[in-house]
């Protein structure tokens, strides 16, 4: 069952996604060369404690952090810890959430550590980004899941290749369903895949979280022995961008943008939902 929200708990859910903006800023000043990734999931705590918000990553299915740090061939669900520190040229993933009220907020971004990253790095981490915000545009009153799957996939094939070849859009992860739970029905692909059919439609209420993850090589992806950390089979080193976003009367709402994805909206032609909290 895909749970459907009014427009008071769709509040509540932008409350929860305005922590998790506050998250990525304070996250994204500290990932400095010499910090650890133990370093940012302090900054993390601080900023969900001083929210009044409860993490909602912290001991999901035994999980022992409250952000996923994910370093360069890491996809996610890395673990933060002391001997992890990064270092100039690092590309570094950081996903975050929390809850207010019981409402879910989650999102994540690449963040670049120091300076002099390659060029196909750079460009890695905007074709991922702007591939998720392809789909959150084409998340509208009556279209299928599937059209943000294929907006997704669409914006990836379209954009020049790498010099390895090829971006590989992961195929064992991917976005979900949002709100009162991290995650939910339905799921969603970043690529088409005729058997799954269309999917469900996409009426006002219904909340996603939209979740690209891209390589510089294989979509193909294995687990650690901790049973968390997510890595490309090759290798290559990847990016991951997310935002949690509701569908409106007035059109998507960008949850855990501080703008409710106005702005990037706007490069689609798509206006944003107003933004519940004025």
């Known amino acids: 069952m895909v749970q459907i929200k009014t427009p008071e708990q769709i509040a509540k859910m932008r409350e929860a996604g305005l922590v998790v903006a506050a998250i990525h800023a304070a996250t994204r000043e500290a990932a400095v060369p010499g910090a650890t990734t133990l370093d940012l999931d302090q900054v993390a705590r601080k900023v969900i404690a001083d929210h009044g918000a409860k993490s909602n990553f912290l001991g999901y299915g035994g999980f022992p952090a409250t952000i996923c740090t994910s370093v360069n061939e890491v996809v996610v669900h890395g673990i933060p810890d002391d001997k992890t520190v990064l270092k100039d040229g690092d590309i570094i993933s ?4 929390a809850i207010i009220d019981g409402w879910h907020g989650d999102a994540a971004y690449t963040a670049f550590v120091g300076t002099g990253h390659a060029p196909e790095l750079v460009e890695l981490s905007r074709v991922t980004e702007e591939s998720m915000w392809a789909g959150i545009a084409a998340m509208k009153v009556n279209n299928r899941l599937v059209d943000i799957s294929k907006a997704i996939e669409s914006y990836i094939r379209r954009q020049p290749r790498p010099s ?5 859009i992961v195929e064992d ?3 979900h369903g949002i709100g009162t739970e991290m995650h939910m029905d339905p799921h969603l692909l970043n690529y088409v895949a005729r058997k799954r059919g269309k999917g469900i439609k996409l009426v006002p209420g219904v909340c996603l979280a939209i979740e690209p993850m891209v390589s510089l090589g294989t979509a193909r992806t294995e687990v650690l022995p901790d049973e968390w950390t997510v890595i490309t089979t090759d290798g290559s080193w990847s990016s991951h961008w997310e935002h949690s976003i509701a569908l409106t009367e007035q ?4 949850l855990t943008a501080p703008d409710c994805g106005r702005a990037k909206l706007a490069e689609y ?5 107003p933004d519940p909290l004025g």
């Open 251 to 254: 059109g998507p709402l960008v």
């Open 94 to 97: 950081i996903d975050a959430g």
């Open 173 to 175: 992860y991917g976005g």
């Open 164 to 168: 390895t070849g090829k971006y590989g």
């Open 269 to 273: 032609g798509v206006q944003a939902a």
